[in-house]
């Protein structure tokens, strides 16, 4: 039985309109080689000027990483021909990245459900620029440059995760905080977000083996596989009494497996030398002023938050705070049904506001089932021109609690507000649909089924105890034919009263 050992190197697109070190335009998708100017593509004589922005940005992640940030920070120039590179070297950071020694708690199920409950060191954050990109199509690679000096942020961590599974959770979990921070959109797809994975595995208490990095992996899933994958090919090789080879793989998804790439780098064949043309940058208490007021709640601690306060289960509370903006949604629907925008109706009827709890427990089962089956229905991919707004969805939660809708017609209600933009109150009192709970008129419509469904109710007074299944299902269909007679507005706990009193007399 063998050890390993995982690290990871995440990189990370920052979301600053320009690029890092000039004033190209960054965005994904725009024609190829629009964006270059002569900075970032190193020609003779220029300077690079440093975004801020991405400065800014980097710290704001560095800090969520409970990392501390150096009083002075500076660029170096690591040096390497690609052809993705036109200037031959990558200015990036080496020896005072902007953060350093942090930590990252992971606590959560993994892939395959196992719980995970583990802390993560951080070693440090850099920022760097990045490298173009190579298309390759037959015998030709053609050159896109636009990414080219594009805000990239390098999260590394120590190698102190053991499967594919803890490693796939990390960076879910970074995806999701960095969503959250707003600095980056964290579409894997994309390339906005990427991760090299080192792995390496040696007998228990032998420490680290030899380290095999596997190259670009653009999914967190293919991180898994690729780990675990690279772990059972290492035994392999141990167990064969060969030796494992430091060197870069990569995943093949088609096969299923790592395949060699080149043999490993180390930080000495880079020739790391400071950077000359840009100066040292001692962030001074008006910058990290500006770090702090922009961090955020994050989502581990306010998945957290949600399971204590609104008494959600975890995978509830898990599935709400997957995006910030349904996060926020939540909250702000539950507010609306626990606060005074409930006390009243369009029409100023006083209504009774919801506890917090019953409040949550209701606006998280509409957002799991039926919102976020309309979401994906509509083709929406946010809740920002969502004709139902968490006012609104409180309003339907309160009418349906008050008793004043049915559970159909409170569906029904749901989806009109989404497709004609109305208020869900104004809709009930145009259509007539708030149920009815005065015993005497569901009574009458009881009476007029039990007339109408003679062979139903014949049969029911000939079931003894030993046909009880039967008899719960031809009750339950004469509650239905009543609820149907007043159009589902009937109450059914009363309709079934009303029933059962006829039946019996």
């Given at each position: 039985?063998?050890?390993?050992?995982?690290?990871?190197?995440?990189?990370?697109?920052?979301?600053?309109?320009?690029?890092?070190?000039?004033?190209?335009?960054?965005?994904?998708?725009?024609?190829?080689?629009?964006?270059?100017?002569?900075?970032?593509?190193?020609?003779?004589?220029?300077?690079?000027?440093?975004?801020?922005?991405?400065?800014?940005?980097?710290?704001?992640?560095?800090?969520?990483?409970?990392?501390?940030?150096?009083?002075?920070?500076?660029?170096?120039?690591?040096?390497?021909?690609?052809?993705?590179?036109?200037?031959?070297?990558?200015?990036?950071?080496?020896?005072?990245?902007?953060?350093?020694?942090?930590?990252?708690?992971?606590?959560?199920?993994?892939?395959?459900?196992?719980?995970?409950?583990?802390?993560?060191?951080?070693?440090?954050?850099?920022?760097?620029?990045?490298?173009?990109?190579?298309?390759?199509?037959?015998?030709?690679?053609?050159?896109?440059?636009?990414?080219?000096?594009?805000?990239?942020?390098?999260?590394?961590?120590?190698?102190?995760?053991?499967?594919?599974?803890?490693?796939?959770?990390?960076?879910?979990?970074?995806?999701?905080?960095?969503?959250?921070?707003?600095?980056?959109?964290?579409?894997?797809?994309?390339?906005?977000?990427?991760?090299?994975?080192?792995?390496?595995?040696?007998?228990?208490?032998?420490?680290?083996?030899?380290?095999?990095?596997?190259?670009?992996?653009?999914?967190?899933?293919?991180?898994?596989?690729?780990?675990?994958?690279?772990?059972?090919?290492?035994?392999?090789?141990?167990?064969?009494?060969?030796?494992?080879?430091?060197?870069?793989?990569?995943?093949?998804?088609?096969?299923?497996?790592?395949?060699?790439?080149?043999?490993?780098?180390?930080?000495?064949?880079?020739?790391?030398?400071?950077?000359?043309?840009?100066?040292?940058?001692?962030?001074?208490?008006?910058?990290?002023?500006?770090?702090?007021?922009?961090?955020?709640?994050?989502?581990?601690?306010?998945?957290?938050?949600?399971?204590?306060?609104?008494?959600?289960?975890?995978?509830?509370?898990?599935?709400?705070?997957?995006?910030?903006?349904?996060?926020?949604?939540?909250?702000?629907?539950?507010?609306a049904a626990t606060g005074t925008a409930a006390a009243k109706t369009g029409t100023g009827t006083a209504k009774k506001a919801l506890s917090k709890t019953d409040a949550a427990d209701r606006i998280a089962k509409w957002f799991l089932t039926d919102i976020k089956h309309i979401l994906h229905r509509d083709g929406l991919s946010g809740l920002d021109a969502f004709a139902l707004s968490p006012a609104r969805l409180a309003s339907i939660s309160v009418m349906q609690a008050?008793?004043?809708?049915?559970?159909?017609?409170?569906?029904?209600?749901?989806?009109?507000?989404?497709?004609?933009?109305?208020?869900?109150?104004?809709?009930?009192?145009?259509?007539?649909?708030?149920?009815?709970?005065?015993?005497?008129?569901?009574?009458?419509?009881?009476?007029?089924?039990?007339?109408?469904?003679?062979?139903?109710?014949?049969?029911?007074?000939?079931?003894?105890?030993?046909?009880?299944?039967?008899?719960?299902?031809?009750?339950?269909?004469?509650?239905?034919?009543?609820?149907?007679?007043?159009?589902?507005?009937?109450?059914?706990?009363?309709?079934?009263?009303?029933?059962?009193?006829?039946?019996?007399?």
């Open positions: 039985m063998y050890q390993s050992f995982i690290g990871l190197e995440v990189h990370i697109h920052l979301l600053t309109a320009t690029k890092v070190f000039c004033g190209c335009r960054s965005a994904f998708g725009d024609e190829p080689n629009s964006n270059v100017c002569p900075v970032c593509m190193g020609y003779p004589g220029v300077l690079p000027t440093l975004n801020l922005e991405a400065m800014r940005m980097g710290c704001m992640v560095a800090k969520a990483l409970n990392c501390s940030i150096p009083e002075r920070t500076w660029f170096e120039r690591k040096q390497y021909f690609y052809p993705d590179m036109t200037k031959n070297y990558q200015i990036s950071q080496f020896a005072s990245p902007l953060g350093q020694n942090g930590s990252l708690e992971l606590e959560g199920r993994g892939a395959n459900g196992e719980r995970i409950n583990k802390k993560v060191r951080i070693k440090e954050c850099h920022l760097e620029e990045d490298a173009g990109k190579m298309i390759h199509t037959g015998t030709v690679s053609l050159l896109d440059y636009n990414r080219a000096g594009v805000s990239l942020l390098e999260i590394v961590t120590e190698p102190d995760m053991e499967t594919g599974e803890e490693a796939e959770f990390f960076i879910q979990q970074l995806r999701r905080m960095v969503r959250y921070l707003g600095v980056c959109d964290g579409n894997m797809e994309e390339g906005s977000l990427r991760a090299d994975a080192n792995v390496s595995i040696n007998l228990p208490g032998r420490g680290l083996g030899k380290k095999v990095e596997i190259k670009n992996l653009n999914s967190s899933r293919f991180v898994r596989l690729g780990l675990n994958y690279e772990i059972r090919r290492q035994a392999e090789v141990l167990d064969a009494g060969k030796a494992v080879v430091q060197e870069t793989r990569l995943w093949n998804e088609n096969r299923d497996e790592t395949v060699p790439m080149r043999q490993k780098e180390n930080a000495q064949d880079y020739r790391y030398f400071p950077e000359p043309d840009l100066p040292v940058f001692c962030p001074d208490k008006a910058f990290l002023g500006s770090v702090e007021d922009a961090i955020v709640e994050l989502p581990a601690a306010r998945l957290k938050r949600f399971v204590a306060e609104y008494t959600l289960a975890e995978e509830q509370a898990d599935l709400i705070c997957e995006e910030k903006a349904q996060a926020d949604y939540f909250e702000a629907a539950v507010k008050e008793g004043r809708l049915s559970g159909k017609l409170a569906k029904q209600t749901l989806e009109l507000v989404v497709a004609e933009n109305r208020d869900p109150e104004a809709i009930v009192r145009e259509r007539n649909w708030e149920q009815i709970t005065d015993p005497a008129p569901i009574a009458e419509a009881a009476r007029q089924v039990i007339a109408e469904e003679k062979a139903t109710v014949s049969e029911l007074a000939k079931l003894d105890g030993n046909n009880e299944k039967r008899r719960k299902t031809l009750f339950a269909y004469l509650v239905g034919k009543v609820l149907s007679a007043t159009g589902g507005r009937a109450d059914p706990k009363i309709a079934g009263e009303q029933v059962k009193a006829l039946l019996e007399n």
